[in-house]
């Protein structure tokens, strides 16, 4: 699947109903050993200054439609987190962005 073909697509958690955001305004975590994509980084929830970044794994992609992406919320981990995980792994991996 092509960055192309998510491109403007609705971002809805299946388990709350919401709205998210919109696949322009999010990060994709891509993998840079096959290309592919590992998550979706979306920015969630409104805070003061900043927004809470949530990453959502590419199995917890329930469906991808015409207009729409539905995740499941469950699946999410904290943007935060990950990266610290990804630090004390001693990965390489940093996150590609697009969009």
């Known amino acids: 699947m092509r960055y192309s073909d998510l491109a403007g697509k609705e971002i809805i958690a299946v388990d709350e109903g919401i709205r998210l955001g919109v696949v322009d305004h999010t990060d994709l975590l891509i993998d840079t050993r096959t290309g592919e994509v590992d998550s979706i980084i979306i920015p969630y929830g409104k805070r003061l200054w900043a927004r809470k970044m949530v ?45």
């Open 55 to 99: 990453v959502i794994p590419w199995r917890g992609i329930t469906k991808i439609g015409r207009d729409f992406i539905i995740v499941d919320l469950s699946t999410a981990k904290d943007y935060s987190d990950m990266l610290r995980r990804l630090e004390a792994e001693g990965r390489q991996n940093k996150p590609l962005f697009s969009g």
